[in-house]
Each structure stands twice: as structure tokens, then as C-alpha cells.
Nanobody, 119 residues
Framework: QVYLVESGGGLVQPGGSLRLSCAAS????????MGWYRQAPGKQRELVATISRGGSRNYADSVKGRFTISRDNAKNTVNLQMNSLKSEDTAVYYC?????????????WGQGTQVTVAS
């Protein structure tokens, strides 16, 4: 079994900052790409940012210059620093990782953490 556990969500005013963290645990052989996705009410889940094991980053246009993704391969963690938050960033944020376990590999998801940007 593999588990991804997010933390760090909450309520913040527009222009504020939050830092999301995600820790992976379990019987993992190798973690490939890790990332963050979000889903706002009534909308589809969308990519926010991804980071490869080697550190290559990819961001949605809507968050470029405001969000920064990072990872610690030794600790199996991925973080998302969110600055200059806007009301449209309000969503449930999900951690994702493509992981190899004994005999297979695939996508794993966290349970989600709520981020609300409001004054």
C-alpha cells in the first residue's frame, strides 16, 4: 500500500500565502513525477504543477510566477508554495505521484486539502 497525505490548506486573504505539503509512505520502489492538482466546485480537476525526480518543473499558466513546487526525494515529499493568492485559486488541492511498487506502477492520490481564498 502507498499513502499520500497532504497538509497545509486553510483560509487565507487575497494576496496572502500558503504552503502545502505532501508526504508519501508505504512500499514504494521508485517515485517518478510528483505534482499538485486542484478541483474547484463545479469544475474538472486541473493540473497546477508537476516536478520530475530530477527537478524539472511544469506549471499551469494561471499559477506561473506565483506558485513554486519543490520535492525532497530522500523524504518522499512534495511541497507547493503559493503566493499572491487569488479568489480563483480556491479549490481542493490534491497531491499526485506516479510510483513504482513491487510488480506494477501507477498514479496515486492524496485525500485532498481545502484552500479557500477570501476576505
Amino acid at each position: 500500500q502507498v499513502y499520500l497525505v497532504e497538509s497545509g490548506g486553510g483560509l487565507v486573504q487575497p494576496g496572502g500565502s500558503l504552503r502545502l505539503s505532501c508526504a508519501a509512505s508505504g512500499s514504494m520502489l521508485y517515485m517518478y513525477v510528483m505534482g499538485w492538482y486542484r478541483q474547484a466546485p463545479g469544475k474538472q480537476r486541473e493540473l497546477v504543477a508537476t516536478i520530475s525526480r530530477g527537478g524539472s518543473r511544469n506549471y499551469a499558466d494561471s499559477v506561473k510566477g506565483r506558485f513554486t513546487i519543490s520535492r525532497d526525494n530522500a523524504k518522499n515529499t512534495v511541497n507547493l508554495q503559493m503566493n499572491s493568492l487569488k479568489s480563483e485559486d480556491t479549490a481542493v488541492y490534491y497531491c499526485n505521484a506516479f510510483i513504482a511498487i513491487q510488480g506494477s506502477r501507477g498514479d496515486y492520490w492524496g485525500q485532498g486539502t481545502q484552500v479557500t481564498v477570501a476576505s
